[in-house]
């Protein structure tokens, strides 16, 4: 299960397909911003990676994952 609230990233929009997500956001988190996304972002990955579809259960799910740091 991924776990949003304890990184303190909260979901900013869905475009389509694109979740789009912000660290820092609504209150400031210092440098810790990169870190927490970049910590959510590989669980991500993890959690596609061992996620089974059981009307397809010989397809593997494939993601992109775009990180911004705002520098």
């Not at 997500?21 to 990169?34: E, K, Q, W």
């Not at 959510?40 to 990180?67: H, M």
Request: glycine fraction near 8%; charge should be negative; proline fraction near 6%.
């Amino acid at each position: 299960m991924l776990r949003m609230e304890c990184l303190s990233i909260p979901q900013v929009e869905t475009i389509g397909d694109a979740y789009l997500v912000a660290s820092g956001l609504p209150t400031r988190n210092g440098d810790r911003h990169a870190f927490e996304i970049a910590s959510f972002s590989l669980q991500i990955l993890e959690f596609v990676e061992l996620y089974e579809i059981p009307e397809y259960p010989q397809t593997q799910l494939r993601i992109r994952v775009g990180i911004h740091t705002g520098l």
